[in-house]
T-cell receptor, first 114, second 109 residues
Framework: DTEVTQTPKHLVMGMTNKKSLKCEQHMGHRAMYWYKQKAKKPPELMFVYSYEKLSINESVPSRFSPECPNSSLLNLHLHALQPEDSALYLC?????????????FGPGTRLLVL | GQQLNQSPQSMFIQEGEDVSMNCTSSSIFNTWLWYKQDPGEGPVLLIALYKAGELTSNGRLTAQFGITRKDSFLNISASIPSDVGIYFCAGQLPTPLVFGKGTRLSVIA
């Protein structure tokens, strides 16, 4: 099983709203990732969690707040977003072995900020 | 930072034709990955390559990890309409994952 699930699939929010994106995997992977993808562009890395600890933050604005409650779950809390934050948000996970850290992606959450 | 050059940017082919796309880098990688993405969906892993010179097949897809560790190619044989989508290469040493800009494939029936 190489499935990563994400909810919700679609989200529309106003600039004053607070919402959360959720990601789950049951592959025993110990690394989880958040990416942002704009139309016709490759995914851009936002955050990396290794063993439930934040290991990489790619200078993401504080209106995006990640959380890793346990090794299977990853959340992305959203607050006071801007219209330019509208994008496809992808979660991924991978094992943490020395040579084979293949990342598996979820289906994404399509976010529209009004 | 590291960059991948993926080509071609787009392709229009007839159903049944073979397809070839490639990625090159100025840096070496330990892993090359090829993903396919349909509109509004997440990237789906097609092939993972872990050793220089490795040649791996997955049905009609074949990919190779270049000997220099700076390049990789993906071939699709006998294309069908469901091959339509964007194909991304990605290199890893080991993290973060570096993506190419994608090859948009259109198949004309």
């Amino acid at each position: 099983d190489t499935e990563v699930t994400q909810t919700p699939k679609h989200l529309v929010m106003g600039m004053t709203n607070k919402k959360s994106l959720k990601c789950e995997q049951h592959m025993g992977h110990r690394a989880m990732y958040w990416y942002k993808q704009k139309a016709k562009k490759p995914p851009e890395l936002m955050f990396v969690y290794s063993y439930e600890k934040l290991s990489i933050n790619e200078s993401v604005p504080s209106r995006f707040s990640p959380e890793c409650p346990n090794s299977s779950l990853l959340n992305l809390h959203l607050h006071a977003l801007q219209p330019e934050d509208s994008a496809l948000y992808l979660c991924a996970s991978s094992q943490l072995t020395s040579h084979q850290e293949t990342q598996y992606f979820g289906p994404g959450t399509r976010l529209l900020v009004l | 930072g590291q960059q991948l050059n993926q080509s071609p940017q787009s392709m229009f082919i007839q159903e049944g034709e073979d397809v070839s796309m490639n990625c090159t880098s100025s840096s070496i990688f330990n892993t090359w990955l090829w993903y396919k993405q349909d509109p509004g969906e997440g990237p789906v892993l097609l092939i993972a390559l872990y050793k220089a010179g490795e040649l791996t097949s997955n049905g009609r897809l074949t990919a190779q990890f270049g000997i220099t560790r700076k390049d990789s190619f993906l071939n699709i044989s006998a294309s069908i309409p469901s091959d339509v989508g964007i194909y991304f290469c990605a290199g890893q040493l080991p993290t973060p994952l570096v993506f190419g800009k994608g090859t948009r494939l259109s198949v004309i029936a």
